[in-house]
């Protein structure tokens, strides 16, 4: 090759440096676009608000800035709908040009969401859909969820119930991942334990018609009966129980998001319930304090499950962003920080598992008045099993 020739290679690969340097720059030093998907319509719009609220917080606190940068959100609800949800998310990525993915509540959204972040390379935060999946088969460099797992809340309870001495248990939930996944886990733990779930129950999501299906509990007569419902529909199946006189006779039990933020609504129906859950009402964790006070005084409102994973999801962005200085690109190195990172969570400080789901604690709640009270520490540090992740 010639001396000129080798000139020119040279010139046009530092012109190509110089056009390229300001874009990668402006990307770790402009703004950040968050992409809030969440439902703000149907049975989950209560969850989706307290996700954002608790989000907003956290990044009100650090001055609207993580890592120097200024956070700019962009607003898509998701209907909670699993067939909408390709579509939303590839506007957010392709129209908005998000650079960080923040959601949502349903399961089979989430699944959807996991899909295009993986092909994408976009960061994702989950700060609530459960679906095993997500850190299981779908697990990646990019996405992190700041909840939970299906499994863990039921396989606590599946230990919980057959302690209490329970042995033949129905079990009832919508027919989607959240529900098929929550049983699955409450059922791995309590058969284990010598106890038989006698019957597995199930209606479309997000129907609210139980009558049939409480008749069937009433004729089978179990021990007692294990159940997922959240948000609009918990508030109906715990009102419905008490109505069908079931509450009495056949005790009922769930994952806690049967009676967290639906306490108002549901009044004494729920009193005395028992539930697994990451979070409780009166937990006596610093964190805990503070973030309550400042939760009601901005928002009126006391802060419930959903509250503190939408600000555990920014503080893990804070997290990532502060150890790569604001540079999203740099994927290994946020993935590091969140792998060694203690979150400081109002639910109690939690880890971050291989596959980028919480280790934490799983507390057993009772219902007293309008409040989740804590009963004990149900399953300390549980860690999803992560089945089928290859990171
Ligand atoms: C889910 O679909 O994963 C889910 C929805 C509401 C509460 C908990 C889990």
């Given at each position: ?21 300001p ?7 402009g703004k ?36 120097g ?24 990525i ?9 959601g ?15 092909e ?79 019957k597995?129950l ?39 129980y ?34 697994t ?7 006596s ?19 419930d ?33 969140l ?33 989740n ?9 549980l ?9």
């Open positions: 090759m010639s001396n000129a020739f080798k000139k020119i290679i040279l010139q046009s690969t530092l012109l190509a440096a110089a056009v390229l340097l874009a990668v720059h402006a990307q770790s030093t950040i676009k968050v992409g809030l998907m969440l439902p703000y319509t149907g049975t989950f719009a209560s969850l989706g608000n307290a996700i954002e609220n608790g989000f907003r917080l956290y990044v009100n606190e650090q001055g609207g800035k993580l890592a940068r200024e956070i700019e959100y962009v607003k898509v609800d998701d209907e909670s709908d699993p067939s909408k949800a390709t579509d939303n998310v590839n506007k957010l392709k129209r908005d040009a998000v650079d960080v993915l923040v949502s509540v349903h399961s089979g959204v989430a699944m959807a969401m996991a899909k295009v972040a993986k994408t390379g976009t960061l994702l935060i989950v700060p609530n859909a459960g679906a095993d999946a997500v850190t299981g088969p779908m697990c990646a460099q990019n996405i992190f969820r700041s909840s939970f797992s299906n499994w863990q809340p039921g396989y606590a309870m599946g230990e919980v119930m057959a302690k209490k001495g329970h042995k033949n248990v129905v079990t009832i939930t919508w027919k989607y991942a959240a529900g098929d996944e929550s049983v699955r886990g409450f059922k791995e733990a309590f058969e284990k334990s010598g106890g038989k779930v006698v597995e199930s209606l479309p999501f997000p129907n609210v018609e139980f009558q049939a299906l409480l008749t069937e509990i009433a004729t089978t007569k179990p021990d007692a009966v294990y159940t997922f419902f959240a948000g609009g529909g918990a508030v109906k199946f715990v009102k419905d008490a109505a069908a006189g079931l509450k009495k006779s056949i005790p009922l039990y769930g994952a806690g998001f049967l009676t967290d933020g639906t306490l108002e609504a549901q009044g004494a129906d729920a009193e005395g319930l028992f539930t859950l990451h979070y409780a009402d009166s937990l964790v610093a964190k805990d304090k503070t973030f309550r006070l400042s939760y009601a005084k901005a928002f009126k409102l006391q802060p499950v959903y509250a503190v994973q939408g600000y555990d999801a920014a503080q893990m962005l804070s997290v990532g962003l502060n150890a790569v200085k604001g540079d999203l690109n740099n994927k290994a190195e946020f993935a590091a920080a792998g060694k990172a203690k979150i400081d969570s109002p639910r109690g400080a939690f880890t971050i598992s291989k596959s980028h789901n919480p280790v934490q604690d799983i507390y057993l709640r009772q219902v007293v008045g309008k409040e009270k804590l009963v004990g520490v149900a399953s300390k540090s860690t999803d099993p992560g089945r089928g992740c290859r990171m």
